[in-house]
């Protein structure tokens, strides 16, 4: 157990710990939601992942992403997976700089527990959903997240027993809506946080929530 790990197994217990470093998490998508969710999931303790993005870190990116100015140009899944190395230095990662389509949807996730969906291509959301829902993986995804104020919109919903949307489900990407960092930052966290409470509670239904 290395120091990061070290720090978080004080707050939730050695023994949680290991249970969620079991978790292998997939992340359609390294940008807004995608970068954020994956450093969230990281300081919660978990440590294997699979990371499929085709796009490259631009600097307009760098309003809401979990990316840096000396990484512009690189992979996002590449500068992405450097960053969370910061975090832990033994995360167990698997990289695919490639884009989602009906070939390879099921291959790139194969033998997830959790697929977090993080795009913006409508039609790879619902590619992602068709796939994912039938399988027995936590699947989350994001619908309506751009602009500012009224945070309170941003919110979860459990529409089965493995499938969480978050968003207001209708505020999408205009000039007048852009993607800006606070509500990304939020919607990814709670991307990330119907993660954690999964698989933190449902595997030792004794645990107490605590703010």
């Known amino acids: 157990m290395n120091s990061t790990e070290k720090g978080i197994a004080q707050h939730i217990g050695p023994d949680a710990l290991a249970r969620l470093q079991q978790v292998r998490i997939g992340i359609a998508g390294a940008g807004g939601l995608g970068s954020n969710c994956a450093h969230f999931l990281v300081r919660a303790g978990f440590k294997r992942f699979v990371l499929v993005d085709f796009d490259r870190v631009e600097f307009s990116n760098l309003n809401r992403q979990f990316f840096f100015p000396d990484q512009v140009g690189l992979p996002k ?119 954690l409470f999964h698989f933190l509670h449902t595997a030792n239904p004794s645990r107490k929530s605590t703010p």
């Open 77 to 195: 899944v590449v500068a992405l997976a450097a960053n969370l190395l910061r975090i832990n230095p033994d995360l167990k990662m698997e990289l695919h700089a490639t884009t989602i389509c009906p070939r390879n949807v099921r291959r790139l996730f194969a033998g997830c527990d959790a697929v977090l969906e993080c795009v913006d291509d409508p039609s790879v959301k619902k590619l992602l959903a068709e796939a994912m829902l039938p399988t027995a993986a936590l699947f989350v995804a994001a619908s309506g997240i751009a602009g500012c104020g009224d945070a309170d919109r941003i919110r979860v919903r459990r529409l089965r027993a493995n499938f969480f949307l978050v968003g207001d489900e209708q505020t999408a990407v205009c000039p007048n809506t852009p993607p800006l960092a606070p509500l990304v930052a939020l919607a990814a966290a709670k991307q990330a946080d119907a993660v």
